[in-house]
């Protein structure tokens, strides 16, 4: 009944993949996306994908990493999540340690940890050192059975409704709408957006990513408000990100281009949708509870200084 932290193998990836889903059912992880994020990892990433092992099975996964583009250096981030059947042999602890250790040794001085609003999983957190910083909302939609808004019989002049996959030539355009709306969304830690290769690799390549899910607004064809969509090929819908350009927010361009991607997506088959905001953000808050999303779960982020 040992427990062991190692480093990720290729031949885990199916395994990571049943675990992290177990502990996190509001996201979407398959084995595929398992194997893109520990093969395409920036080098200033220092990232290392830490398993624990009982008895020849995998029951949790940790993270580990340096926010390497964030303008503050030593910004390092873990999360241990350990398989609900397992917990309380002590795998959480030894993931967080040994990530701890690793990020240390890397220069990370401020690590970032998230844990569930449950009282368990916040005691863990405190008895290692760790203090709450804000909150962030999983939210889920019954996508096969809520009654989605209809989209408008006619757009505003000088607005479309189009996809990702209509910037697969040229995916500049998302990139500089991506980074606008991700510079303002509340953080703990700034991050300098400007690597378009690095996005490239990390983002629009993302196995994840449905482009024709996605949808994007324009207004006299310059990106104007988007939606990415993640699927994990089957029923499960997860909206990455949603953002407005500042020029064009008030307009209620965000609602639209939800609204288009929920439709598509429930035509394409998919029954359940999830997202997730930060507690502080209420615009985005709002519009998905007018969707009719509800909060399935909170998570609480967490902070310790290293060394």
Not at 198 to 211: F, G
């Amino acid at each position: 009944m040992t427990v062991i932290v190692r480093d990720f193998r290729p031949e885990d990836a199916e395994a990571v993949a049943r675990s992290r889903q177990a502990c996190i059912p509001f996201q979407v992880t398959t084995p595929r996306s398992v194997l893109f994020d520990v093969e395409t990892a920036n080098p200033a990433k220092k990232f290392r994908l830490l398993v624990a092992e009982k008895d020849g099975e995998i029951i949790g996964t940790a993270y580990a990493g340096i926010a390497y583009d964030s303008s503050d250096p030593g910004q390092a981030y873990a999360t241990p999540n350990v398989h609900p059947d397992h917990r309380g042999h002590g795998a959480g602890g030894l993931l967080l340690r040994t990530a701890e250790e690793h990020l240390a040794a890397e220069g990370g001085t401020s690590l970032y940890a998230w844990a569930l609003d449950q009282p368990e999983n916040l005691s863990f957190a405190a008895k290692r050192g760790y203090r709450p910083t804000r909150t962030a909302h999983f939210q889920r939609l019954d996508l096969a059975h809520t009654t989605l808004p209809e989209l408008p019989g006619a757009l505003p002049p000088g607005v479309e409704l189009r996809t990702c996959a209509d910037y697969e030539a040229d995916p500049r355009p998302m990139f500089r709408a991506d980074a606008e709306a991700t510079s303002d969304e509340p953080s703990d830690i700034a991050t300098d957006f400007d690597d378009y290769e690095d996005w490239v690799r990390h983002t629009w390549n993302n196995p994840l990513l449905d482009r024709g899910l996605s949808t994007v607004v324009t207004v006299d064809g310059e990106v104007a408000a988007f939606t990415a969509a993640y699927t994990d090929g089957g029923t499960r819908y997860v909206s990455g990100m949603t953002g407005t350009l500042r020029a064009h927010r008030g307009r209620g361009l965000a609602k639209l281009a939800k609204t288009d991607s929920l439709r598509r997506a429930r035509a394409a088959g998919c029954n359940d949708a999830y997202t997730s905001n930060d507690g502080a953000n209420g615009p985005m808050l709002a519009i998905n509870k007018w969707f009719g999303y509800e909060i399935c779960a909170t998570e609480v982020r967490h902070v310790r200084t290293l060394g």
